[in-house]
């Protein structure tokens, strides 16, 4: 016998005491758990897709309303006028559109221009974020002069060649001068001309505009009424020097 009298160890049973008339129910299969998360994911609420107009044709006379994918949340209509040499093309736009593409705040009218002198082109848009809420076509932009005045390049082959000299004047809403360069055929381009500031610090405008690799600046434009007075006093200078 063990010492003390003990007998030898034995191996202990964990038993589980259960409250009467009960019984253990077995895990739920996998096809359970399936079931259930289907179940669940359709009882959730499901968000609706943005709705917006669409053209039918370039000046955007008819629309049809069309759900947007899920990707696009919100509404674009942009009136566009471009200028190349002497052809002048206007054309609307209404469409579904991602935020990221509509670069300006939601429902605040935005006209931008960018005025090279030999081609121009200018856009006035509106974005927002309701069903159908780009109805409304918006107005031709600004094509008037407005007194201000840059450098430019008289040609696109004097763009190309570096050997820009002429003076431009500005339109609508151009109220600044800008000054860089581009690529095009692995060769780099001259840019100078007339552009809207809020176009100033819109990197990624302006790489749709002038290419992904330009550099751009800007720069406060001349104004007729001080070119007039400049030259009005270089000619007073003239006349007292005489």
Same mark, same amino acid.
């Given at each position: 016998m063990p010492p003390n009298g003990t007998e030898g160890s034995k191996d202990t049973e964990t038993v589980e005491f259960l409250p009467q008339n009960t019984r253990r129910l077995p895990p739920p299969s996998n096809m359970q758990l399936l079931l259930s998360l289907c179940l669940t994911w359709a009882l959730l609420p499901t968000a609706e897709l943005l709705r917006c107009h669409q053209c039918d044709n370039t000046l955007c006379t008819n629309t049809t309303s069309v759900e947007c994918p899920a990707t696009s949340t919100a509404c674009r209509t942009i009136t566009s006028s471009t200028v190349r040499n002497t052809l002048f093309t206007l054309t609307v736009n209404k469409t579904c559109s991602s935020l990221l593409t509509c670069v300006t705040p939601l429902t605040i009218e935005t006209e931008w221009s960018v005025n090279r002198g030999f081609t121009r082109e200018s856009h006035t848009q509106i974005c927002c974020a309701t069903d159908n809420c780009n109805f409304q076509t918006l107005a031709i932009?600004?094509?008037?002069?407005?007194?201000?005045?840059?450098?430019?390049?008289? @040609? @696109?082959?004097?763009?190309?060649?570096?050997?820009?000299?002429?003076?431009?004047?500005?339109?609508?809403?151009e109220n600044s001068c800008f000054n860089g360069t581009s690529t095009s055929n692995s060769r780099e381009v001259l840019e100078l001309g007339c552009i809207s500031r809020n176009l100033c610090s819109n990197v990624l405008v302006q790489q749709s505009l002038f290419g992904a690799d330009s550099q751009i600046v800007c720069r406060a434009p001349w104004s007729v009424r001080l070119s007039a007075v400049l030259l009005t006093f270089a000619l007073t200078a003239c006349k007292v020097l005489d």
């Amino acid at each position: 016998m063990p010492p003390n009298g003990t007998e030898g160890s034995k191996d202990t049973e964990t038993v589980e005491f259960l409250p009467q008339n009960t019984r253990r129910l077995p895990p739920p299969s996998n096809m359970q758990l399936l079931l259930s998360l289907c179940l669940t994911w359709a009882l959730l609420p499901t968000a609706e897709l943005l709705r917006c107009h669409q053209c039918d044709n370039t000046l955007c006379t008819n629309t049809t309303s069309v759900e947007c994918p899920a990707t696009s949340t919100a509404c674009r209509t942009i009136t566009s006028s471009t200028v190349r040499n002497t052809l002048f093309t206007l054309t609307v736009n209404k469409t579904c559109s991602s935020l990221l593409t509509c670069v300006t705040p939601l429902t605040i009218e935005t006209e931008w221009s960018v005025n090279r002198g030999f081609t121009r082109e200018s856009h006035t848009q509106i974005c927002c974020a309701t069903d159908n809420c780009n109805f409304q076509t918006l107005a031709i932009p600004n094509p008037f002069v407005n007194g201000k005045m840059c450098p430019s390049c008289a @040609s @696109s082959a004097d763009s190309q060649a570096g050997t820009c000299n002429t003076t431009l004047s500005c339109m609508g809403v151009e109220n600044s001068c800008f000054n860089g360069t581009s690529t095009s055929n692995s060769r780099e381009v001259l840019e100078l001309g007339c552009i809207s500031r809020n176009l100033c610090s819109n990197v990624l405008v302006q790489q749709s505009l002038f290419g992904a690799d330009s550099q751009i600046v800007c720069r406060a434009p001349w104004s007729v009424r001080l070119s007039a007075v400049l030259l009005t006093f270089a000619l007073t200078a003239c006349k007292v020097l005489d």
